[in-house]
């Protein structure tokens, strides 16, 4: 089984920044690709972001040259920094872990305020 654990949400001003974090851990494995999706009050859940062990990185075109993905593979981390924050941002953010199966984590809530 691999535990997956988000942190850093929070209530934040437009034009603000967050960064989420991610921790992956359990049993031994290799992870493939980690990233995060998003959920909005009556929408789907959205990629916003990816990044592969060898540090191949993509974008959601909402989040492109806002956001920064990055990964620390010896703490099997995963980290987004989310600036100029919108309201259109506000969200659960989910990270997951693909090790052949995907785990998720429980969400951390990002809410900006106008």
């Known amino acids: 089984q691999v535990q997956v654990v988000e942190s850093g949400g929070g209530l934040v001003q437009a034009g603000g920044s967050l960064r989420l974090s991610c921790a992956a851990s359990g049993r031994p494995f290799s992870i493939n690709t980690m990233g995060w999706y998003r959920q909005a009050p009556g929408k789907q859940r959205e990629l916003v972001a990816s990044i592969t062990g060898g540090g191949r990185k993509n974008y959601a075109d909402s989040v492109k040259g806002r956001s920064t993905i990055s990964r620390d593979n010896a703490k099997n981390t995963v980290y987004l920094q989310l600036n100029s924050l919108k309201p259109e941002d506000t969200a659960v953010y989910y990270c997951?872990?693909?090790?052949?199966?995907?785990?998720w984590g429980q969400g951390t809530q990002v809410t900006v305020s106008s």
């Open positions: 997951y872990a693909d090790v052949g199966l995907t785990y």
